[in-house]
């Protein structure tokens, strides 16, 4: 089993043209300089290491709100990181998005083989609970039934919010075609953010069996 690094995941995820945040893999302060001028404030910094699979919980995501606090926030996270791990990759950094969180994934189950997931995603993932299964391979229809099972979908015309649900059957369909094509033994996005714009993925997490 190997787990992919950040650039590796967020490349299969480019290859089955799943959208991202817009984001940039920075092994530098300059670099995150350079990318903080593309992107625009505010940022997200999070850690890219393979042996931290919970970065919030150490202290590894943060935001930049402005430039003033680019490299104090640069430091932090770096820091953190170095006390758990000497395998650091750099430091992905992010645009600060606003949506839903979902989460979506892949897992194998003994008993039945590959399964696909969704449902309500975010760092309170486990507490809310709130996720449907289907066997992989997944119809659009199956996608559809996913996402109406979990309250996600109570949520995509709720107060303001215009989430097109297809845009999420798509990401799901999408997913469907990667976990069988590249041998990926388990994976999950989350958060996928939603918002009137789409369905963006803001962290990766892919497993692959070894070949
Ligand atoms: P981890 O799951 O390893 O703790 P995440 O990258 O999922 O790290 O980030 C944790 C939380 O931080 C997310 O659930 C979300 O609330 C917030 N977050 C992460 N990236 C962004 C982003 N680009 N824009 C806004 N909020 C973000
Ligand atoms: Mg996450």
Known sequence: MTMLSAEQAYGLL????????????ARTFQ?????????????VLKIDATQIVHKTDVGCVRVAYSYDMLEEVY?????NAKKIT?????VLV??????????????????FGKVMMFGSGGVLTQIFKDVAFRLV???KEDAENMIDETKVSQLLNYRGNNIDKSKIVDVLLKLNNLVQTENVKEM????LFLNNKGAFAADV???KLDS
Do not use: C, W
């Not at 000497?86 to 750099?90: E, I, L, P, R």
């Not at 992010?94 to 008993?111: K, M, N, P, W, Y």
């Not at 999950?188 to 958060?191: F, K, R, T, Y």
């Open 137 to 139: 391979p997944i119809s």
């Open 86 to 90: 000497k395998d650091v990759n750099g």
């Open 188 to 191: 999950d996005i989350n958060p």
């Open 14 to 25: 480019r290859k089955y043209r799943i959208k991202t945040v817009n984001h940039g893999l």
């Open 94 to 111: 992010q645009e600060f998005v606003r949506g839903l969180e979902a989460i979506t994934g892949s897992a194998h189950d003994s008993q």
């Open 31 to 43: 670099e995150v300089e350079l990318l903080a001028e593309n992107i625009g404030f505010p940022l």
């Open 205 to 207: 997490r892919i497993v």
């Open 75 to 79: 430091k932090e996270v770096t820091n």
